[in-house]
């Protein structure tokens, strides 16, 4: 049997993305073949593609942390899983092992969960990295808790917007940072009790305006790069920056705003969603977390835009285009 894949050859724009008919091979030992419904983007394939992600593409590189299927085949070993069982694909792999990007992918069992009955193959390819990134960096790593204000950056993107729920859910003060005013209503509308907006606000003056002067207790940020001294300056007395990204381009060379930090005793604090998933107790409790916030309808994903599988490369380009509110998710061909 063959399936369509992409892969690249190459590191560059979204153009190097090609698609393949390849042999799909059966399972190995812990692993299943999923046929694929949906699939969902998240800034780290494009990262990956690049040449600028945490760890270089092995060529030619096949591409894709999450998605949602029908399991259509076990390795030897599997028994939590059944042939027909409607799944979501986590992000608990590398992607030189792994792709998803595919009609049919080959996936470890350990990296798939059984899809919420309650939403659609779009939807169930569109929680998981959004909700554990956002669990495992307010909650894990900053302890936010009721009253507490987070500023959260860049927050319309599909972390951002599961930030914004996760504070709500805890009953923290969420203020969402975003750079024009195109998409303040829209994230009001998620939840957000405050949205700065960078095109017509002075942020520190607005953060402390928000805050009566003290600051917000955590800032959770994918930008990084000289960004980060600005946010330090909106931190208050003891708070944290947890820094998970690197949409300036810059974050691998972030400097810490010591000066500014060291009077008010602010830390810096770098975070990965694996950090989460490679932790078993930790993991447990934020699947527990995000699985009883969809049932309760307080993390609802929020989906911007659907692509064709045929449309991979306009689905990154647009990703890259930073324009959406939400998640970008591809439909796949089955």
Known sequence: MKASTIRFHEVGSPSVLRYESLDVPAPCDGEILVRIEAIGLNRAEAAFRSGQYLEAPVMPARIGYEASGIVEALGSGV?????????????????????????RAIVPAKAVFSRPAHLSALESASIWMQYLTAYGGLIEVGGLGAGDAVLISAASSSVGIGAIQIANMVGAVAIAVTRTQAKKAELQSLGARH??????????AEVKRITGGRGVRLAFDPVGGPWVG??????????????????????????????????????????????????PLRFSRARTFIEGGLREGALRPKIARVFAFSDMVDAH?????????????VSGTA
């Open 79 to 103: 028994t939590e899983l059944r042939v027909g069982d409607e799944v979501c694909i986590l992000p608990t792999f590398s992607m030189n092992q792994y792709g998803v990007y595919a009609e």
């Open 317 to 329: 380009t647009y990703l890259e285009r930073n324009e959406h509110v939400g998640k970008i998710v």
């Open 230 to 279: 600005k946010l330090a300056q909106t931190v208050a007395f003891n708070g944290q920056i947890v820094l998970y990204g690197n949409l300036s381009g810059h974050a691998f060379q972030t400097i810490f705003p010591f000066a500014v930090s060291a009077s008010k005793a602010v830390s810096m604090r770098a975070y990965l969603v694996f950090e989460t998933i490679a932790d």
């Open 195 to 204: 949205v700065v907006t960078l095109d017509s606000s002075d942020l520190i």
